[in-house]
């Protein structure tokens, strides 16, 4: 499933096409230039959700590797790495429950 359709952004675009058919096959020409432009517009749309979720594609990728290659090349680093981020995120949560509390 692409990233796209996953947001249900694709699925918006594609009923706003299809009701720019279904009004076009109704409706008078003096709204075919408002039509056009919707259409160009979502066009537009289309192409540059598609060149956004390409370029995440590629970092999200390129991180993933850079982060394999540092626990490939120093996984006791990596480790100890972890354990102080997952130290971190306890004691903040730690810190929110007792806030909440009082």
Do not use: C, N
């Not at 279904?22 to 409706?27: A, R």
């Not at 020409?29 to 979720?53: C, F, H, P």
Request: net charge neutral; charged share 25%.
């Amino acid at each position: 499933m692409s990233l796209l359709k996953s947001t249900g952004l694709r699925a918006v675009i594609d009923d706003a096409q299809e009701l720019i058919r279904s009004v076009g096959d109704e409706s008078e020409d003096r709204y075919s230039s408002t039509r056009a432009r919707v259409a160009d517009t979502l066009d537009e749309g289309k192409a540059l959700t598609g060149a956004t979720r390409d370029a995440t594609w590629r970092k999200m990728q390129q991180a993933f590797e850079s982060a394999d290659g540092f626990v490939s090349h120093s996984p006791w680093k990596a480790a100890a790495l972890a354990l102080g981020v997952g130290l971190a995120v306890a004691l903040l949560a730690t810190l929110g429950a007792r806030s909440a509390r009082e």
